[in-house]
């Protein structure tokens, strides 16, 4: 693991900016994936230099960390979908960490006196790799031991720590029994990896699976601090939502009363519903860059977009991210004088 005890702290300072959505933004250039059992995936097999474009792009419009396209990976569904072997498999899953190391390698690379860019390796629930719907219910958790989620969890989390990512995006979460087992993990095999954990939710209120969120927080964040102070090592950077529709994400984030000591992390989706019958989204688009200074002030220390958030949504969220730095600074300064 890279040793970033400020920038991943929650304690920096800083406001991180995440990058959009991936599956979403191809789809935007031409590919057809939303029916796809594997999605976005199944192009670290057909067309890997897509993947890398869109990294780019987000790059180019001022994301800090790119999220690699491992969110419906798995090895049973590489090896069903596309007839591979299980090391093929674990290599495709290892080429999505490749692909935004060599995005970022080229950024750098073109851009000399630039930012410093993070790999967040994804790791998406059960529920997304089924193909049936149910990351947005949760309900196969009622179905499934923390300890067989854990086994599901294993390969392509440890795919990811061996290719190097710089932390782990454990992300849209459906339910807290979910978000446990990774938090079991990482804080007993993975020890050397950081991560945030992230839920998707259905109201301002609750999970997708229906637990409160502030409760779901509380219970991720003490689990995390105890056994981070029996390690020496905080594992947990934030713990946030992602996938869930703007206008939940203040009062979510409102619902927790003080925010945890690492900060929240949230990357909404653009507030448009997807239609699991028809494979297509419905509804309007929110513009999540006005409302993302509210987020910032509540405790929101990475910032980003889901679904349906693109690279020009990432330059305007650049901006109000930036904008509230400087004021904090100044801020600051005023307190000090």
Not at 194 to 202: G, K, P
């Amino acid at each position: 693991m890279t040793d970033f005890p400020d920038l991943w702290s929650g304690r920096s300072g800083r406001v991180l900016l995440l990058d959009g959505g991936l599956a979403t933004e191809l789809e935007r250039r031409g590919h057809t994936i939303s029916a796809d059992p594997l999605w976005s995936a199944r192009l670290l097999h057909s067309d890997p230099e897509a993947i890398l474009n869109v990294h780019k792009s987000y790059l180019e419009s001022g994301a800090d960390v790119l999220i690699t396209a491992s969110y419906q990976a798995s090895l049973e569904g590489f090896r069903k979908e596309l007839g591979v072997s299980e090391v093929e498999a674990r290599d495709l899953i290892g080429r999505s960490v490749t692909l935004a190391r060599e995005a970022r390698s080229q950024f750098i690379s073109e851009n000399p006196v630039g930012r410093e860019v993070q790999i967040a390796g994804s790791v998406g629930p059960y529920g997304a790799c089924q193909h049936d719907g149910s990351e947005y219910t949760g309900d196969y958790v009622d179905h499934m031991t923390q300890q067989e989620l854990e086994v599901w969890h294993r390969p392509r989390l440890r795919t990811l720590v061996e290719c190097g990512v710089d932390l782990v995006a454990c992300e849209t979460l459906p339910a807290l029994t979910e978000a446990l087992a990774l938090v079991h993990l990482l804080t007993t095999e993975f020890t050397d990896t950081r991560a945030w954990i992230s839920f998707s939710c259905r109201n301002g209120t609750e999970t997708c699976h229906g637990e409160e969120f502030r409760q779901a927080v509380k219970t991720v964040m003490g689990v995390a601090r105890e056994r981070g102070k029996r390690a020496g090592n905080q594992q947990i950077v934030a713990v946030g939502v992602n996938c869930s529709d703007p206008n939940y994400i203040q009062p979510l984030l409102k619902s927790c009363g003080d925010c945890p000591e690492t900060g929240f992390v949230v990357y909404p989706n653009s507030g448009e519903d997807w239609d699991t019958t028809h494979h297509c989204w419905t509804g309007e688009t929110r513009d999540i860059s006005s409302e993302a200074g509210k987020w910032m002030e509540l405790g929101a220390t990475y910032i980003g977009g889901c679904c349906r958030v693109g690279p020009e949504d990432i330059k305007s969220l650049r901006n109000t991210v930036d904008l509230f730095m400087i004021n904090q600074n100044v801020s600051a300064t005023h307190k000090l004088s």
